[in-house]
């Protein structure tokens, strides 16, 4: 039964998904005599959280109630202690949560307080979905870079395109709203300048039937050499573009781009190249907690080489173009010998449609 109701605090806090970054997903669901006596998420950044809204519901009889959270809860020192207060005034006899606050800098810590007061608290219920689906905010809390997620869709001989540069689509429609959804968990969206040229991808998010939150979608172009009428350079409201350029930019193409409403940011090349670590440290910087990049190869190379990526999704469809000149998913200068490949952990696969995705882990 405990695995019941966290499954459903897990399923309202995935409803915060691409709103309240880099904030964590947060769910909470109040239960007495086995029966739901109210549910909350937090959707809105800045909002109230989901624990003090489940608690501030009606006037009934909360004694001997429990309280199941995905995650311990999160924020500054008056809004845990008011939380705490309502907790205790309400009576609740049991508190469950998934996974701890890792914020290094936490002011209260939640737990430890709530065990002070003589009120039972339990971690670590179904903790590896509630340390996965927070994966993202634990890393960027404590490292202040972007959780970087990588993914590819590729046939099964491995290419991630025709020998002409045709790639469109490898994979099938189900794979390709599977994308959608990570589009929609993160902060920003990251390709090359030759993706933008070879494909002129949208890079939006689009799923039927949900609110949506568009990615910041930010091109590597060193000399900002893409086409002034890419679909990524018709910017508005909710569709914002960042190109990460060389300092070397001229001042021209800074200008053209700009006038798009598409945002510069410039860094100093180093051997000819844009330091991958450079560009995870300026978007943390810039707040950005976590970053999906959908190549192309090029990019997916410098992304591996520079040893920032976290998490790994392929998508293998069941094709064969063949070709020795069709592009493989990871460019760069590769490694010399099979011992030193990166190998991924934690392994999932799915089958999604006709295709597979596998999900793995670098770390
Ligand atoms: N999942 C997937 N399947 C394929 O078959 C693909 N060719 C790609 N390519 C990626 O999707 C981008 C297109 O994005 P929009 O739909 O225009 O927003 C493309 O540029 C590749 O990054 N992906």
Redesign the pocket.
Known sequence: MNEHFMKRAIELAYLGSGFINPDPLSGAVLVKDNIVLGESCYRTFGAASAELEVLSYGLCDLSGAELYLNIEPFGNKAKLTELIRVIKDRKIEKIYIGIEDRNPRKEIHFIEELKHLGISCELGILKDECEEMNEIYSHYIVNKTPYVIV???MTLDGKLATKTGD?????SEE??RF?HHLRQRVSAIL?GEN?VRK??????T?LEGVQISNPIRIIISKYGDIPMEA?VLQVDESTKTWIIASELISKEREESICNLGARILKLKEKNGHIDFNKVMDLLGRLGIDSVYI???SAVLGSAFESGCVHKVYT?I?PKIVGGNKAVTPVGGNGIERMNDAIVLKRLSYEIVGPDVIIKGYIY
């Not at 494909?199 to 939006?204: A, E, N, V």
């Open positions: 993914k590819w869709a790639s469109k689509w490898i994979s794979s390709l994308v390709v993706t494909d002129d991808p949208l890079l939006t689009r679909k959908e190549g192309g998508a469809a």
